[in-house]
């Protein structure tokens, strides 16, 4: 079968693509390459998947209408869509909140546009966030909890691709599913989210900044986790058009500051800890009910921090002697 994959040269979706194409999937990957971060880390990521035989590369951006319509006719085969292309990062939002809108807003609006088209197309997986739940108190967040009330511009982007998302499920019949995705980490990480920014800091002698002391919980999730969840819930469409969206999270709420910790050992150094008021945009903590997705595709994660951060360790000690 043919995956029609967004964001192929980013974190998530190297791993999602690696994933598909083990188990015997062609992948059309899609990428504006942006500069957001290193974009030699995006290209060594695809270099990878290029290495297969399953995997074409089209540079084209989710907002172009053009590009992204043509691809309708070029390929008319896709039976599903991982629309993972976006602008992340939750305090970035605040530098360059344009940018927000048009990826994650407007991108997600022309992917739709494109799923439309698609004949033959069976399910369209797109990313959400854990950020929707905003600052809501009730933990677990469950996907039934209201989330009307982001804390940031990403988050408001996300919760506005959910939205245009289900008109779209009810006006056009388009079998969806979005996956709020709680804080991934893992091999090939970003060099703009913590793990990256916290190994960084401490090989090199630098302070690492903890918001709140490090009192500030995630549910951290394991890549490898989350590209066997996208997988199975792709095999799974709703029936219907019924609006659809799940957790994908470790379903365990871990402090910062222990992440560290696990993070100092994996490295076999300290960390200089500097403390520092929380920003504005991120939330105390987030933690995934996931029965849902549980009950849909036997969605099971299996890495806890003490395994995938030494995992991440790994490939970043690697990273920075040779990348
Ligand atoms: P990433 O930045 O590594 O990957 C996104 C990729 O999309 C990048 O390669 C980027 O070049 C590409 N892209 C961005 N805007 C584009 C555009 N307009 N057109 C074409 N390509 C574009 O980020 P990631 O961590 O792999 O995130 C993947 C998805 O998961 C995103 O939708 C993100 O919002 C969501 N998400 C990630 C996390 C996380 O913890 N990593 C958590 C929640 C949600
Ligand atoms: C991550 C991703 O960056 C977002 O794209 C995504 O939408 C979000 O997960 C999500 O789950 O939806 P975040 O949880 O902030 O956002 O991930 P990190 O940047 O890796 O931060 C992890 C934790 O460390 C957060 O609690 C953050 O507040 C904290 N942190 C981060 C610090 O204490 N200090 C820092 O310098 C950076």
Request: aromatic letters at 8%.
């Amino acid at each position: 079968m043919t995956v029609l994959l967004t964001g192929a040269a980013g974190f998530i979706g190297m791993h999602v693509a690696e994933a598909l194409m083990a188990r015997g999937d062609d992948v059309i990957g899609i990428d504006n390459l942006n500069a957001y971060y290193d974009v030699r880390l995006k290209r060594a990521r695809l270099a990878r998947l290029e290495a297969r035989a399953g995997f074409r590369f089209l540079e084209a951006d989710v907002a172009d209408r053009e590009a992204m319509l043509g691809l309708a006719e070029r390929h008319a085969g896709v039976t599903r869509i991982v629309h993972l292309a976006a602008q992340p990062g939750v305090r970035h939002s605040l530098v360059d909140p344009y940018a927000y809108v048009q990826s994650n807003v407007m991108g997600h609006l022309v992917v739709l546009e494109l799923a439309r088209r698609l004949r033959r197309l069976e399910h369209l997986v797109y990313a959400s966030s854990s950020s929707v739940y905003g600052a809501n108190r009730d933990l677990p967040f469950a996907e039934a909890d209201r989330v009307d009330h982001p804390v940031s511009l990403y988050a408001a982007t996300k919760r506005s691709g959910e939205l245009i998302s289900e008109s779209y499920a009810h006006l056009f019949g388009l079998p969806q599913t979005g996956l709020r995705f709680f804080t991934v980490y893992g091999p090939w990480g970003r060099p703009d989210m913590a793990p990256w920014m916290f190994a960084e800091a401490i090989l090199s002698g630098r302070p690492v900044t903890l918001y709140d002391g490090g009192r500030l919980k995630r549910d951290f999730t394991f890549v490898d986790d989350i590209a066997a969840g996208v997988q199975g819930c792709l095999d799974h469409p709703p029936e219907g058009t019924a609006p659809r969206v799940l957790n994908i999270g470790n379903n365990r709420s871990v402090e910062v500051r222990r992440f560290v910790e696990v993070l100092e050992g994996a490295l076999g150094r300290r960390a200089i800890v500097v403390d520092t008021p929380r920003p504005a945009t991120d939330v105390a903590e987030t933690f995934a009910d996931i029965s849902a997705i549980q009950a849909l595709c036997g969605f099971a994660p299996r890495t806890p921090i003490e395994v995938g951060i030494p995992r991440f360790a790994e490939w970043y000690l690697s990273w920075r002697e040779g990348g």
